[in-house]
Nanobody
Framework: QVQLVESGGDSVQSGGSLRLSCAAS???????MAWFRRAPEKELEGVAT???????RYAESVKGRFTISQNNAVNTWYLQMNSLKPEDTGMYFC???????????????????WGQGTQVTVSS
């Protein structure tokens, strides 16, 4: 089991920026690394994914505002969030799957290991 630890959540005003980090105990090249979020009273939503080769995918709601990246040397991936909106408020989780992102996409049930989450609150 891979241990995942998120950090970087905070409270910011609309239009602000945050950078989330997810530190993993180990990462294999074939793994898909992802960020999900759960807004209050809403279902878990996929936000972004990144493959070991750096290929990325984004939910339509965050395209152009969020950027997922990785640093394989330290088994960490990031979510840079710019132009934050109140609807971005939620608990953000990082997750990892054994298969490439093209296979697991943003289907949360296909991800094996999850972090505990970090809270992002955006006020208007």
């Amino acid at each position: 089991q891979v241990q995942l630890v998120e950090s970087g959540g905070d409270s910011v005003q609309s239009g602000g920026s945050l950078r989330l980090s997810c530190a993993a105990s180990e990462v294999t090249y074939s793994a898909c690394m992802a960020w999900f979020r759960r807004a209050p009273e809403k279902e878990l939503e996929g936000v972004a994914t990144i493959d070991g080769d750096g290929s990325t995918r984004y939910a339509e709601s965050v395209k152009g505002r969020f950027t997922i990246s990785q640093n394989n040397a330290v088994n960490t991936w990031y979510l840079q969030m710019n132009s934050l909106k109140p609807e971005d408020t939620g608990m953000y989780f990082c997750a990892i799957a054994d298969l490439p992102c093209s296979i697991v996409t943003m289907s949360n049930y296909k991800y094996r290991d999850w972090g505990q989450g970090t809270q992002v609150t955006v006020s208007s």
